[in-house]
Nanobody, 116 residues
Framework: QVQLVESGGGLVQPGGSLRLSCAASGFAFRSSLMSWYRQAPEKEREFVAHISPSGANTPYSNSVKGRFTISRDDAQSTLFLQMNYLAPEDTAVYYC?????????WGKGTLVTVSS
């Protein structure tokens, strides 16, 4: 079955960096559009970035543009999110997502806390 498992979250100081990973299985990863979303405490889940199957199309939300980079390793069926210049407002649970046959599939998320 479809599985998405995020990792790499943790506690980081403002200005620091983290790299999130999402290990995918159970579907054709290399032909799937993959996305990162996040949900801060008491807020709605929001789009962060997505990457097309070719990797050529990578739109970002305005709040992370220029600081975060999404990428993928099709050989390893893994999605990444490199996060630089982190700020307290980036504190959230980060989720990866794909859509297959019109159905959304989500991982369980990984918590990123930005605090001094």
């Amino acid at each position: 079955q479809v599985q998405l498992v995020e990792s790499g979250g943790g506690l980081v100081q403002p200005g620091g960096s983290l790299r999130l990973s999402c290990a995918a299985s159970g579907f054709a990863f290399r032909s799937s559009l993959m996305s990162w979303y996040r949900q801060a405490p008491e807020k709605e889940r929001e789009f962060v970035a997505h990457i097309s199957p070719s990797g050529a199309n990578t739109p970002y939300s305005n709040s992370v543009k220029g600081r975060f980079t999404i990428s993928r390793d099709d050989a390893q069926s893994t999605l990444f999110l490199q996060m630089n210049y982190l700020a307290p407002e980036d504190t959230a649970v980060y989720y990866c997502k794909t859509i297959l046959g019109g159905v959304d599939y989500w991982g369980k998320g990984t918590l990123v806390t930005v605090s001094s």
